[in-house]
T-cell receptor
Framework: SQQGEEDPQALSIQEGENATMNCSYK?????LQWYRQNSGRGLVHLIL?????REKHSGRLRVTLDTSKKSSSLLITASRAADTASYFC???????????FGKGTLLTVNP | NAGVTQTPKFQVLKTGQSMTLQCAQD?????MYWYRQDPGMGLRLIYY???????DKGEVPNGYNVSRLNKREFSLRLESAAPSQTSVYFC?????????????FGQGTRLTVV
């Protein structure tokens, strides 16, 4: 079964609003990553957070990690229409080599 | 740099036919992966290769075989295609271990089995 599970499955917001997506996972991890996919194309890496980190920022992205709850969240601030995409979390399941993804959150940002 | 290159981009197969999906990366990465993506299912790991000469099964390996030909290339073979294998296939690579560094993806292969 898939390691990560994103929530919600779909999110629709207005331009300028913030978008928050959540990811829950099942087993211990070394790192957690977030990726974006535009319209069926290849995934693009957004940010990586290590298991000993609690929060990380990159531009308009903020990621938090709570290893006790086995959960992470991705916040996109001041969203733009160009942020419309599917967002996936990915974990290594503690194996160092595997990389497994959740089912994703489809974010729609309306102009 | 080309990054991760997958071929072909599109393919239609008849049930029972075989084919090999090719993947090559030019980033000197150790780890490579094959995923399939189906509507509502996200990406599911088929096989992965931690380093040259090693391969391991992922979540959905049945009906597939892989070859890590060298450090650059990781191919996925369907020996006898079935309609259930209709999907979009993605190859990816990462420098050291799937979790420690970001993964780079190819543009995908859209496979239809009729």
């Amino acid at each position: 079964s898939q390691q990560g599970e994103e929530d919600p499955q779909a999110l629709s917001i207005q331009e300028g609003e913030n978008a928050t997506m959540n990811c829950s996972y099942k087993t211990s991890i070394n790192n957690l990553q977030w990726y974006r996919q535009n319209s069926g194309r290849g995934l693009v890496h957004l940010i990586l957070i290590r298991s000993n980190e609690r929060e990380k920022h990159s531009g308009r992205l903020r990621v938090t990690l709570d290893t006790s709850k086995k959960s992470s969240s991705l916040l996109i601030t001041a969203s733009r229409a160009a942020d419309t995409a599917s967002y996936f979390c990915a974990t290594d399941g503690g194996s160092n080599y595997k990389l497994t993804f959740g089912k994703g959150t489809l974010l729609t940002v309306n102009p | 740099n080309a990054g991760v290159t997958q071929t072909p981009k599109f393919q239609v197969l008849k049930t029972g036919q075989s084919m090999t999906l090719q993947c090559a990366q030019d980033m000197n990465h150790n780890s490579m992966y094959w995923y399939r993506q189906d509507p509502g299912m996200g990406l599911r790991l088929i096989y992965y290769s931690a380093s040259e000469g090693t391969t391991d099964k992922g979540e959905v390996p049945n009906g597939y075989n892989v070859s890590r030909l060298n450090k650059r290339e990781f191919s996925l073979r369907l020996e006898s295609a079935a309609p259930s294998q209709t999907s979009v296939y993605f190859c990816a690579s990462s420098g050291y271990g799937g979790g420690y560094t970001e993964a780079f993806f190819g543009q995908g292969t859209r496979l239809t089995v009729v």
